[in-house]
């Protein structure tokens, strides 16, 4: 476990009560002033935790402790321990943070509706996100579905974007289902506008100089680095800055790498 033994005991006794609620919110701010971290993320990658706000630090918390309860129990069932289910894992964590983010008041009913009415009308739609403008704001809305095996690692992938990616780093702002009643994580990103879609050579020199390579002899759109594996950068995701005239990232599928 990454988190403090005192906040698993006292989530383990009484769920989201007020005072584990106090306890939470005291550890991220401990996360958020450098006097505590997680240990998964190294001190570059903190930066990009931090940028991500208190929400997600303490959705990750909650998703932590979700896994280690889950696995804990694995372990005492089998008496020898056993393969715990990612598919279980993602159930039991969105299950926790669901409770959580209401407990805190996170949590959003109606979202489409509420997102509509404050933060403009939906400007597009794909397989992991809806987004939302209102012409003239500096950020997007967007209602991001997890593509990844569990929810701690979509949690995970938005500091690891917030760290390669700065100038479009993502805050996390609640939780919510929407009418297709996937679990999804509301969170803010800088507007971009886009003076074209960024080249295939663009794209393997940004991330080339962010320590990257190709991952699939030159022709492909996944790059990795000796830590993390990014995927789906194909020019649809990154375009080029009509302000910088650089290639910037908006989205793409980023995880550690597996050893």
Request: some cysteine; proline content about 3%.
């Amino acid at each position: 476990m990454s988190i403090r033994p005192d906040i698993y005991d006292a989530i383990a006794a009484e769920g989201f009560s007020s005072r584990v609620l106090e306890l939470i919110d005291n550890y991220v701010n401990e996360i958020v002033y450098g006097t505590a971290s997680f240990s998964r993320f190294n001190l570059q990658e903190h930066a990009g935790l931090c940028t991500a706000g208190p929400v997600l630090i303490g959705a990750s918390v909650v998703a932590d402790y979700a896994r280690g309860s889950f696995e804990a129990g694995c372990h005492a069932e089998s008496g020898q321990g056993s393969f715990a289910s990612n598919l279980q894992i993602d159930a039991l964590q969105e299950k926790l943070i669901e409770q959580w983010a209401k407990a805190s008041r996170l949590w959003v009913e109606d979202s489409d509706v509420i997102l509509l009415e404050n933060y403009g009308p939906m400007i597009a739609q794909g397989a992991e996100a809806k987004v939302y403008y209102r012409s003239g704001d500096t950020s997007v809305v967007k209602e991001r579905a997890s593509i990844y095996s569990t929810t701690q690692k979509a949690l995970d992938a938005i500091v690891l974007h917030n760290y390669l990616f700065p100038e479009t780093a993502m805050n996390v702002i609640g939780f919510t289902r929407d009418s297709d009643e996937l679990f999804r994580i509301i969170l803010t990103q800088p507007y971009v506008k886009c003076q074209r879609l960024a080249t295939k050579q663009e794209i393997d020199g940004m991330v080339a100089s962010k320590g990257f390579q190709d991952n699939w002899y030159g022709q492909g759109v996944n790059y990795v680095s000796d830590r993390i594996a990014l995927e789906d950068m194909h020019p649809a995701n990154v375009f080029i800055d009509d302000i910088t005239g650089k290639p910037i990232c908006i989205d793409c599928v980023v995880k550690f790498v597996q050893k």
